[in-house]
């Protein structure tokens, strides 16, 4: 597939803002081309039952497409969240926790919520590249008020798609492309080692071979990411 101003193995336009409303707890505006998602981080003095007593914290993730955000309007979910919502709350949520050290912030329920301002593909691994940011900071300013001891992340982690395009593989999915990909991924990692995988063929079988390439080139899109997730935390922490 002939790609307009990018070639197959090229992100789009990447731009991480922290601190995206002016307020300290690591707000994050991620970008990608069309496709924006805020993160933000909080914290709660309590963890779910099955972890009182047991001395070690939670992380969740919460996850919402705003009305406006695609076109037609996306209707609100206000009384019972899709499959979808739910699959990609989970999706987040599973992705960071494969980072922190859940022990090292005691019974606390660390709560990142992403929502997305516009839609164009990407935007569960938008999620999680904005989120890890937000956490980082986060974190990083709970320390420094000496609210936690230690730096709970073990790690970077990001995300990206990739996919089958008559019969070409891509890089960082559009809607158009992901709509027409006859096999997609999602992979959430570090470029070396991978938190989560999530692959599917949409028409057909696909071989062990493709499936070893869209993950090199999904591998060699989440160390660029990481790059520029680091850039803006050097910047944000200065």
Not at 67 to 88: D, F
Not at 94 to 108: M, P
Not at 184 to 191: K, S
Request: with cysteine; glycine share 8%; proline share 4%.
């Amino acid at each position: 597939m002939q790609r307009k101003n990018r070639k197959p193995f090229e992100l789009r336009p990447v731009v991480i803002q922290p601190d995206f409303q002016g307020v300290p707890s690591g707000i994050t505006l991620a970008t990608f081309g069309e496709t924006k998602v805020l993160a933000s981080v909080s914290m709660e003095e309590k963890v779910p039952p099955h972890l009182k007593g047991t001395g070690t914290g939670w992380l969740t993730a919460e996850y919402s497409i705003l009305p406006y955000a695609t076109q037609p309007r996306n209707r609100r979910e206000r009384v019972k969240l899709s499959g979808r919502t739910q699959e990609i709350q989970r999706f987040v949520g599973r992705s960071l926790r494969c980072v922190i050290d859940l022990a090292s912030i005691g019974e606390k329920t660390v709560l990142v919520d992403c929502d997305v301002m516009q839609a164009d593909g990407g935007t569960r691994t938008a999620s999680v590249t904005g989120a890890y940011v937000a956490l980082h900071l986060f974190f990083k300013r709970m320390q420094r008020e000496r609210k936690i001891f230690g730096f709970p992340l073990t790690g970077a982690v990001a995300a990206v798609s990739c996919g089958v395009v008559e019969g070409e593989i891509l890089l960082d999915l559009d809607y158009n492309e992901d709509f027409m990909a006859s096999c997609d991924m999602n992979v959430v990692g570090n470029g070396e080692s991978f938190a989560e995988i999530q692959s599917s063929g949409e028409e057909k079988l696909f071989e062990k071979e493709k499936f070893i390439k869209m993950l090199d080139v999904a591998g060699a899109g989440i160390k660029e990411l990481i790059e520029i997730q680091n850039k803006a935390i050097n910047k944000a922490l200065k």
